[in-house]
């Protein structure tokens, strides 16, 4: 730390008290984010203290976007492109929270889930009549017989309550389906018993937020019966238009270092990327949404499956390949489940890639991220979780993505069950409920390309670029790898560019 701030005095920058504090919390090579942002304001002669923006445009890679322009927009400079309608803006990237030494407090994760779906269910007019869990035992407790006592302002029985909390069991029993739901103030077992309900909680997740209107009368039964399941949702939007005729192509999945990686595909990709195709002409962003390295001991016997088990060599290998992305792209890449770094959701960005090769034209940031590209909202993630949602939810097969991407959509989570296959970190703040509504959803993960509209929002699954698994073999998954997708910013349409 003292060499860092020795460096940047004596080339005569200052550092600010709060990027000081910043960088001292990081967990990660500080000498060289120093000498980056120096180099840099050296170069563009800007003598303006070092400030807590510097360093994270240093750590994703974009250390000239501070110098070029403080609101963090980047201006695309190709003359050949509407110059004012291209840019790009990182809106979340979790980074720089992840806190590597939490202390292993759910309750703090839980509540921060809880308080952030509130939030967005906030926008929703029965939200007003929401009661703690807590208030409508008591309020069912004092009244003895029939309807509740409790009136409302016009004197007339209350027929229904509102409440919202988190789903803490799910049971189906003969004739209905039992939730148990859970706010901070206690839990309460809930039943749905028409058909419609019945048929709606087929597709509720454990430990997502819901909002329920519940009959308090006790005529039919002496349980809290469902009348409504209000999900946090997304509402229906129409994208921005950005007026542009520009193109994002969307890749996921690389898996260099494995022995089923597409190195022909994958290079015949790169090739056109550099061609002068007239759509290629008007790709100006690429995002790849994570699993760049097969890594090494992810899965029992991995090594008989690689052709390199050296993990700094696959890295290196794979940015060797990501340079040939000409410089006129703006590349978005975040981690998935085989990269190296921690397992659990939110991941830190993969910034180790650059130590092979300068890749000056990539932001390397963290699963999941939201990125702007000319108006138009991308959330990216790598897709761990829709193992376990195609897993829970009748009906979902890992040939259709897109129906489990739309389940977290809905509950406006990306990764809501807690304790099946997918890792989630005790952080104090639940980094992963949907807080911005996406223009576009872009996952990976499954291995299986497809795209889909949702309220306005088009979702996207990009495939691979791995072959068939000896695994997948055995579970009877076909991935359709080799594909990329491309969408259009200006009206969101998309299309498929197939390299088999
Ligand atoms: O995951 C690729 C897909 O294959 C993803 O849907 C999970 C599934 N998969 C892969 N390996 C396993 C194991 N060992 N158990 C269960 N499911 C698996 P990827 O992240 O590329 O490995
Ligand atoms: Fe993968
Ligand atoms: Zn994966």
């Known amino acids: 730390m003292s060499i860092a701030l020795i460096y940047a005095i004596n080339k005569g920058y200052q550092v600010h008290p709060d990027a000081f504090a910043f960088l001292k919390s990081l967990d990660c090579d500080v000498e060289k984010i120093i000498k980056t942002i120096v180099d840099a304001k050296n170069k563009f002669k800007k003598k303006s203290p070092i400030l807590i923006e510097d360093i994270k445009n240093a750590i994703s890679g974009d250390v000239n976007r501070t110098i070029d322009d403080p609101t963090l927009t980047n201006m695309n400079s190709n003359p050949k492109s509407d110059s004012n309608l291209e840019n790009y803006k990182i809106i979340f990237d979790p980074t720089y929270k992840i806190n590597s030494e939490n202390d292993k407090d759910f309750v703090k994760l839980f509540d921060s889930r809880y308080r952030k779906s509130l939030k967005i269910l906030s926008i929703r007019s029965e939200s007003r009549q929401i009661r703690k869990i807590k208030q409508i035992k008591d309020l069912r407790n004092k009244s003895r017989y029939g309807s509740l006592d409790n009136d409302n302002e016009k004197g007339k029985a209350v027929e229904s309550v509102f409440l919202a909390g988190l789903i803490m069991s799910k049971r189906n029993r003969k004739n209905d389906v039992e939730l148990v739901i859970d706010d901070a103030t206690g839990s309460i077992p809930v039943v749905c018993k028409t058909r419609d309900l019945i048929k709606e909680a087929s597709s509720l997740v454990l430990d997502q937020m819901l909002m329920l209107e519940i009959s308090l009368s006790k005529r039919n039964s002496n349980d809290f019966v469902i009348k409504d399941i209000i999900f946090p949702d997304i509402p229906e939007h129409v994208a921005p238009k950005s007026g542009t005729e520009s193109y994002v192509a969307l890749i996921s999945d690389l898996h260099v270092g494995s022995k089923y990686f597409m190195e022909k595909e994958f290079n015949d990709f790169l090739s056109w990327l ?216 200006g009206n969101l349409q998309s299309f498929k560019k197939d390299f088999n």
């Open 274 to 489: 550099s061609s002068d195709d007239e759509i290629v002409r008007r790709i100006k962003y690429v995002c790849i949404a994570g699993d760049i390295v097969d890594g090494i001991g992810i899965y029992p016997n991995q090594d008989k499956e690689l052709v390199e088990m050296n993990m700094n060599k696959q890295l290196s290998c794979a940015a060797s390949l990501l340079q040939k992305i000409p410089k006129r792209m703006h590349v978005f890449l975040i981690p998935g489940n085989h990269d190296p770094g921690r397992r659990a959701l939110p991941q830190t960005a993969l910034t180790n890639l650059r130590d092979f090769q300068p890749l000056e034209n990539f932001s390397i940031i963290g699963n999941p991220s939201v990125v702007e590209l000319n108006k138009v909202k991308l959330l990216m993630f790598h897709g761990q979780s829709l193992d376990d949602v195609i897993a829970t939810v009748p009906g979902l097969s890992y040939s259709k993505p897109v129906e489990a991407m739309k389940i977290l959509l809905k509950s406006r989570h990306l990764s809501p069950i807690y304790g099946n296959r997918t890792p989630i970190a005790p952080e104090s703040e639940d980094m992963l409920v949907i807080e911005d509504v996406p223009d576009i959803f872009h996952a990976g993960h499954v291995h299986m390309t497809e795209v889909g509209r949702y309220k306005g929002t088009l979702i996207v699954n990009s495939g691979a670029w791995q072959r068939q698994t000896r695994f997948q073999q055995t579970m009877g998954i076909t991935p359709t790898p080799g594909i990329c997708i491309l969408v259009n910013l």
